[in-house]
Nanobody
Framework: QVQLVESGGGLVQAGDFLRLSCAAS????????MGWYRQAPGKQRELVAQ???????NYADSVKGRFTISRDSAKNTVYLQMNSLKPEDTAVYYC???????????????WGQGTQVTVSS
């Protein structure tokens, strides 16, 4: 019913930047929170950044000051600008969105397929 498609991952060197994008499509009445999570090999998935429909943001301590989350509500798209990348940022990055598919429907979480970010030292 709802699909999230991420793009923008890749292989970069430490200190470089990347910009991730995630577009939601399908049966969408409204989207509340959108966010990015990441999962490194052998580790649990962790929150990187979130942004509400009102524009409030929340970041993991490890990325504060380096990453910026933003959204274009008209396009149902969320972005993650990642600057000053470090090797420890290497992970699969997943987009998440809390979506209502109609008036009176409850919000449901949806996930993208993930995009690999690799930062070499």
């Amino acid at each position: 019913q709802v699909q999230l498609v991420e793009s923008g991952g890749g292989l970069v060197q430490a200190g470089d930047f990347l910009r991730l994008s995630c577009a939601a499509s399908g049966i969408i009445f409204s989207i509340n929170t959108m966010g990015w999570y990441r999962q490194a090999p052998g580790k649990q998935r962790e929150l990187v950044a979130q942004i509400t429909s009102g524009g409030s943001t929340n970041y993991a301590d490890s990325v504060k000051g380096r990453f910026t989350i933003s959204r274009d509500s008209a396009k149902n798209t969320v972005y993650l600008q990642m600057n000053s990348l470090k090797p420890e940022d290497t992970a699969v990055y997943y987009c998440n969105a809390l979506v209502r598919s109609g008036l009176g429907f409850q919000s449901r979480p949806y996930w993208g397929q993930g995009t690999q970010v690799t930062v070499s030292s």
